[in-house]
């Protein structure tokens, strides 16, 4: 079963705006990660946020993680047509041995 | 470094026959794991290894399933007999003892 769920289902935005996704999960964590993934293709390792973290920057995306709360945004600014794809939160476990369950997913399609 | 390659590419098989799925990880990673990807279930984890050995299978839906690591640098994930159902996208992914997995390309999968 999944972990994650993630909201908006879709979402689609004019370039140069910024995309707001947000992940939620059901247990305590060790990891949070986002992965993005191109039409076709596999998934793509983006960014890790740790259970003692809060916040998480890499070049124009900035990850948030609240534990009490047991979710996670990721916010890309600035976006581009490149940056269309399919965006899936994933999360590890203490003692679960790397083994990662991923949220639902979220449709991110940057319009021109 | 080439990253996890996966064959075929696609695989389009009879009902009934059996289909065998490749994967080579990344060198030197300890952790290999193979996914199911569909729109229904999302990503699933089927099972992984870590050092060839397998460590959780539970995934793996059926006794028609079967993975093998015979060395650090192959992977195999049969299915016998293949049945429609089975219909899916699957991934293999490495990691290097961290959670940080990197996939493969991933294999199409369409049994008639």
């Known amino acids: 079963s999944q972990q994650g769920e993630e909201d908006p289902q879709a979402l689609s935005i004019q370039e140069g705006e910024n995309a707001t996704m947000n992940c939620s999960y059901k247990t305590s964590i060790n990891n949070l990660q986002w992965y993005r993934q191109n039409s076709g293709r596999g998934l793509v390792h983006l960014i890790l946020?740790?259970?003692?973290?809060r916040e998480k920057h890499s070049g124009r995306l900035r990850v948030t993680l609240d534990t009490s709360k047991k979710s996670s945004s990721l916010l890309i600014t600035a976006s581009r047509a490149a940056d269309t794809a399919s965006y899936f939160c994933a999360t590890d476990v203490t003692g679960g041995g790397n083994k990662l369950t991923f949220g639902t997913g979220t449709q991110l399609k940057v319009e021109l | 470094d080439a990253g996890v390659i996966q064959s075929p590419r696609h695989e389009v098989t009879e009902m009934g026959q059996e289909v065998t799925l490749r994967c080579k990880p990344i060198s030197g990673h300890d952790y290999l794991f193979w996914y199911r990807q569909t729109m229904m279930r999302g990503l699933e984890l089927l099972i992984y290894f870590n050092n060839n050995v397998p460590i959780d299978d539970s995934g793996m839906p059926e006794d028609r399933f079967s993975a093998k690591m015979p060395n650090a640098s192959f992977s195999t994930l049969k299915i016998q007999p293949s049945e429609p159902r089975d219909s899916a996208v699957y991934f293999c992914?490495?990691?290097?003892?961290?959670?940080?997995?990197?996939f493969g390309q991933g294999t199409r999968l369409t049994v008639v």
């Open positions: 946020i740790r259970s003692n973290e």
């Open positions: 992914a490495s990691s290097l003892r961290g959670p940080e997995a990197f």
